[in-house]
C-alpha cells in the first residue's frame, strides 16, 4: 500500500498553495522593424534584429544571395 497523507489538508490551504499555478499570457512586444509581434529582449524572428542591428540572417534574405 502506498503512503497516504497524516491528515486531511484544509481547503483554505490547498487553495493558498494552488494560489499560484494559474498560467499568465507571454507578454508581446512590436518588432520596431518589421512591426511582428515577438517577446521583449528577444531577437525578431520574423526579420532577424535586435535594437536596430540585423543580428541573424532570415530565410528571404538567404533567398536573395
Known sequence: MPPLPK???SKARKGR???N???TPMNLVACPQCGAL???HI???EC???RGETV???KEEKKKE
Open 7 to 9: 491528515r486531511k489538508l
Open 17 to 19: 498553495r494552488r494560489a
Open 21 to 23: 499555478d494559474a498560467l
Open 38 to 40: 515577438r517577446p521583449p
Open 43 to 45: 531577437v525578431c524572428p
Open 48 to 50: 532577424g534584429t535586435y
Open 56 to 58: 541573424i540572417a532570415t
